[in-house]
């Protein structure tokens, strides 16, 4: 008895021994987590210029994400306006430190590019820490009170004259597409480098409507044009239809088969990873919860709220688990969707 008692207290003392050191390593992960963030600075990735729409929502979430952060670190914004996105991209998963003082924006069509087997692409789009999506778009056909289109039933029959910035471009894309894959009567003229000059464009009539147009940037850059009727919000199209405009059809419904409704899916997965957050891969897991959780908690900070309705720019959080099997939903296109795709573009 004596011995089976002293082998049970021995017992109990090393399982006490064992509680003593788990508890002592979870709060030393936890002060070197508050340590690291108030010795470095946290650089968020932004892959366009500053004042483009990527770095507007970056550069408030950066004004609010520190004090959900153990340590309260800096942040500063970093500018990576080459490639449309992808030399950020390619710079997030390759170059920048794996330590989780850094993280940005990747773009959902960088993304795509992977899955057209882009030379350009020098990641695993699966592979990044995602760490949660800001908001997700949609696309916006609008045409000028001239057009003589007043309903998604006209497109079929009435040509509309879309302006673009050129091939490559959203703007470009999806009015090709609309006319290759579903007949609508798109005629795309391309050298309008952005969205003020289609705006002019319109105005004066050069021009009689236009895609590529996110809705977030139909409500802040069109609104005016739009109230005095110049302009009218004719369909929109996404893998998910904006409820706040249940009046205008989603193109997506548009499809004449499964074919071409898998390959308008894909044409609009990137919209819905419209403002995705991502690490490197290797970024230490303790990190990369703490980014996660301010990431989230920052995008349902009433002062963040606030500031964005301010500056007009739409928030629907996606989580980091979300994001992720919106990227793997891409990947998962069968291939014949995808090659539907890129033959109408090279129409």
């Not at 936890?30 to 507007?56: C, M, R, W």
């Not at 350009?120 to 778009?137: E, K």
Request: charged share 20%.
């Amino acid at each position: 008895m004596v011995g089976r008692n002293s082998a049970s207290l021995q017992r109990a003392g090393l399982l006490a021994l064992v509680a003593v050191a788990s508890c002592a390593a979870a709060g030393a992960s936890a002060q070197d987590v508050e340590t690291f963030y108030k010795t470095h600075t946290l650089t968020l990735g932004s892959p366009n210029s500053p004042g483009g729409g990527y770095d507007i929502y970056l550069r408030v979430l950066a004004r609010h994400i520190a004090r959900y952060i153990p340590g309260n670190p800096s942040v500063i914004v970093q500018n990576v306006p080459a490639a449309g996105g992808m030399a950020l991209a390619n710079q997030i998963y390759n170059t920048v430190p794996k330590d989780g003082s850094y993280f940005g924006m990747v773009r959902g069509t960088a993304i795509q590019e992977e899955v057209y087997k882009s030379p350009q692409v020098q990641f695993r789009g699966r592979d990044f820490a995602w760490i949660g999506n800001m908001n997700s778009d949609h696309d916006a056909c609008i045409v000028s009170a001239g057009s003589g289109v007043r309903g998604i039933d006209d497109l079929y029959r009435r040509e509309v004259i879309a302006g673009a910035s050129g091939a490559g471009a959203q703007s470009y894309s999806f009015p090709v597409v609309y006319r290759q894959l579903l007949g609508m009567k798109f005629k795309v003229i391309a050298g309008y480098p952005g969205t003020p000059e289609r705006l002019l464009a319109l105005e004066r009539g050069e021009i009689t409507g236009a895609c590529g147009i996110s809705l977030s940037l139909f409500r802040s850059q069109f609104s005016r044009l739009a109230a005095d009727g110049k302009v009218r919000l004719i369909a929109q199209g996404a893998v998910r239809k904006d409820e706040r405009y249940p009046d205008v059809p989603n193109i997506l419904d548009q499809a004449k088969s499964p074919d071409i409704r898998q390959a308008l899916e894909f044409l609009y997965l990137p919209l819905a990873l419209g403002r995705s957050l991502a690490a490197p891969p290797g970024t230490p897991s303790d990190r990369l919860v703490i980014l996660r959780s301010a990431a989230q908690a920052a995008m349902k900070d009433a002062d963040f709220l606030a500031e964005a309705a301010k500056l007009d720019i739409d928030i629907d959080p996606m989580s980091a688990d979300e994001t992720q099997a919106t990227v793997e939903r891409l990947f998962a296109t069968p291939p014949a969707a995808v090659a539907r795709i890129e033959a109408a573009l090279a129409q």
